[in-house]
């Protein structure tokens, strides 16, 4: 009787289906035409739809490797038309499904995935632009800039813009992601305290909204839509092509680090050359950071190797020394006709800075190695099997009136006495007028904010240990009242949460989610429309 029961079947399928969700790197046990409307079949391109495991995995992981979401598809784009035509479906479809661009996944905690929904793998769009993918051109209103399609690589963008002898003014650390994921998020590095962050140097761009509506949009031509896709955490639209400023390359650079055991010195001084170096006056410094040396090993990570090797022992013994050594770190880019006075122009700028005597060291490297620098890091760290480790990261910015609190809480009182932290911390000041309060950029309300980076990297099972961490720093804050926003955000859980960080921001960017991508297709990993 039993066996002729219809139940049986099902149960099968019951107990498979749980058997593969304790198996998520198996890939979807179901196929995408069982997941997604039956109608998106008769489309052109669900041809470019693929669920085999190799696809599912790649896009249901990312550099955090710690958040895993299983799409039911992902779209290898052979146009912009695909991604629009696959938009425009989901939104007219009686039942969306989530989408979300992938850039090359260089979030920390699923903010490229989508659950159940399609994957839209922007790289593959690279095969199909016919060499047109980056071009370099010149107006008179605009000078020189580049059109770029969102999904190429800013070492690309290096690459093709240094061959007409231009570059771009603001930089990320690291250049092998993309231009389309850097400008969702804000893009800073050691550039934006006088450029102001990627997203203060996009003239147009090319946006395909949450309705799969393909807009042209510029600070005079649907405004809006420009402001809101900058920093817009992927919400509104996905970025087809952005004109980026070019200016004329440097070929050198002169690349200095001094050494502080007193922060508020070392605070001051940052503050004094991000001041006196703010202007795009001729002669200012390029590009100014700052990072914290602890009692981790060598005084070198794979962000960057710097110091001499015959330097590490005595700037070990000063870690040893002091605990935690704040390590400011600036740069001046120079070419043939400034070759000899640059030693000099920084001399000068330096006088009177307080590092510690004779803990001042200087390198003197091309302009692609210095912008470049991390890659060889990355490539350590590959040959190694660390780089895909899980990344817990942490990124903030903290209003200058509040660093030295939390300096004296975070830094001392917890990242030190837990010594846990393993991985760079960053430590830099920026200048809010040279970011646009129009855009979705989040930023705090003073003149002048650091930002933070615990850049932790750990092994596969204790990312828990630097994630209870990064929670405590975050409670520190909150409870002494110290007004931190999350860079690339991620520790929201609530609606209440996120909009405590748009603050006056959030019923702007709440009206343009409606307006743009109203159906909330759009980036769910980003959990703010969306539980995901
Ligand atoms: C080693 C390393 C160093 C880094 N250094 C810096 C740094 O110095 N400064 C800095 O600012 N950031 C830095 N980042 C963070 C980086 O900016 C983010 O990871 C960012 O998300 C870019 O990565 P991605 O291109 O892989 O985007 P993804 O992770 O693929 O996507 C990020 C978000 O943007 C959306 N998105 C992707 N492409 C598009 C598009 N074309 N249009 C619209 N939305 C899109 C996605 O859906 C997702 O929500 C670093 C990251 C790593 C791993
Ligand atoms: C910030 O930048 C503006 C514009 O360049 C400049 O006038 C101002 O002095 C800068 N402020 C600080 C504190 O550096
Ligand atoms: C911190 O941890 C490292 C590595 O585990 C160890 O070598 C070092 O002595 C510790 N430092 C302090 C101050 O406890």
Redesign the pocket.
């Known amino acids: 009787m039993a066996a002729n029961s219809p139940t049986i079947p099902y149960l099968i399928v019951i107990f498979l289906t749980y058997i593969s969700r304790l198996m998520p790197t198996l890939g979807n046990p179901n196929p995408w035409t069982n997941l997604l409307p039956a109608k998106l079949q008769t489309l052109q391109v669900a041809n470019r739809l693929r669920d085999d495991p190799d696809a599912i995995k790649l896009a249901s992981t990312?550099?955090g490797n710690i958040v895993r979401e299983i799409p039911a598809a992902v779209l290898y784009p052979s146009s912009v038309n695909d991604i629009a035509s696959l938009i425009k479906f989901a939104h007219t479809s009686s039942t969306p499904f989530t989408i979300?661009?992938?850039?090359?996944?260089?979030?920390?905690r699923g903010?490229?995935m989508a659950r159940n929904g399609v994957v839209v793998d922007?790289t593959s769009l690279k095969n199909h632009r016919n060499g047109y993918g980056i071009t370099v051109s010149w107006s008179p209103s605009m000078g020189f800039y580049a059109d770029v399609g969102?999904?190429q690589l800013w070492v690309d963008v290096l690459h093709a813009t240094l061959e007409h002898g231009l570059a771009p003014v603001s930089w990320?650390?690291?250049l092998y992601?993309?231009v389309?994921?850097?400008l969702?998020?804000?893009?800073?590095?050691g550039q934006t305290f006088r450029y102001g962050p990627q997203i203060s140097n996009v003239y147009e761009m090319d946006v395909i909204n949450g309705k799969g509506d393909f807009v042209t949009c510029s600070p005079q031509k649907n405004t809006k839509l420009f402001h809101a896709?900058l920093g817009g955490?992927?919400q509104f639209?996905?970025?087809a092509r952005a004109r980026i400023v070019l200016e004329p390359s440097p070929k050198r650079v002169k690349w200095v680090r001094m050494l502080y055991n007193d922060f508020s010195a070392f605070a001051r001084d940052q503050e004094h050359l991000v001041s006196i170096n703010g202007r795009k006056q001729k002669n200012a410094l390029d590009y100014l950071e700052g990072l914290l040396l602890m009692d981790q090993g060598p005084p070198d990570n794979w962000r960057s190797s710097f110091f001499p090797l015959s330097d590490h022992s005595r700037i070990i013994a000063l870690v040893t020394k002091y605990g935690i050594i704040y390590c400011l770190e600036v740069a001046k880019f120079y070419d043939d006709r400034s070759i000899n006075s640059v030693d000099k122009e920084l001399q000068n700028m330096f006088e009177g800075m307080s590092f510690i005597p004779g803990y001042k060291f200087e390198k003197d490297i091309s302009y692609v190695d210095f912008l470049n620098r991390?890659r060889s890091g990355?490539l350590k760290l590959q040959s190694q099997g660390l780089w895909d480790v899980p990344h817990p990261w942490l990124n903030l910015f903290v209003p200058k009136s509040q660093i030295s609190d939390f300096n004296s809480g975070v830094f001392k009182d917890i990242v030190f006495n837990r010594n846990i932290t393993t991985g760079p911390v960053l430590v830099y000041p920026l200048n809010r007028s040279k970011w646009d309060d129009r855009m979705s950029a989040v930023v705090p309300d003073e003149d002048v904010f650091y930002t933070i980076g615990f850049l932790h990297s750990s092994g596969f099972d204790d990312w828990k240990a630097l994630d209870v961490l990064n929670k405590e720093i975050l409670l520190f804050c909150y409870n002494a009242g110290i007004e931190v926003k999350q860079y690339?955000p991620k520790y929201y859980r609530t609606k209440e949460e996120w909009k405590k960080h748009f603050g006056k921001k959030w019923r702007t960017f709440q009206e343009r989610k409606y307006q743009f991508d109203p159906k909330m297709i759009l980036?769910p990993?980003?959990r703010i429309f969306n539980d995901n």
């Open positions: 990312d550099y979300a661009a992938r850039g090359q996944g260089h979030s920390v903010q490229a922007m969102g999904e990320t650390d690291y992601i993309t389309g994921g850097t969702s998020n804000a893009g800073i590095g896709v955490l992927g639209g996905i970025i991390v990355e690339l980036s990993g980003q």
